[in-house]
């Protein structure tokens, strides 16, 4: 079994900043890439960032320059630091390990619970 845990959501007014974190736990053997999405109300998720094994990224056009993805591959932890918040980043944010491998030899994709930002004045 493997889970994910976020942390650091929370209420910051624009042009603020605010630092997410998810750990995966359980029987890991290695995990492909990691990275957050989000949800906002009435709206499909998307993807904020990602980040491979071999710290690969990805962002997507509206948190480029803003935001920043990084990795402890050792501790299984993926970060997020949000810097110059907009109104438009409130969202549920969403922690994925994609393409796990736990000590089973079993592939599978996971989810965290979600974490809020809410960016207002």
């Known amino acids: 079994q493997v889970q994910l845990v976020e942390s650091g959501g929370g209420l910051v007014q624009p042009g603020g900043s605010l630092r997410l974190s998810c750990t995966a736990s359980?029987?890991?053997?290695?995990?492909?890439?990691m990275g957050w999405y989000r949800q906002a109300p009435g709206k499909q998720r998307e993807l904020v960032a990602t980040m491979t094994s071999d710290y690969n990224t990805n962002y997507a056009n509206s948190v480029k320059g803003r935001f920043t993805i990084s990795r402890d591959n050792a501790k299984n932890t993926v970060y997020l630091q949000m810097n110059s918040l907009k109104p438009e980043d409130t969202a549920v944010y969403y922690c994925?390990?994609?393409?796990?491998?736990?000590?089973?030899?079993?592939?599978?994709?996971?989810w965290g619970q979600g974490t809020q930002v809410t960016v207002s004045s």
């Open positions: 359980g029987s890991i053997f290695s995990i492909y890439a």
């Open positions: 994925n390990a994609d393409r796990v491998l736990t000590i089973a030899r079993v592939w599978n994709d996971y």
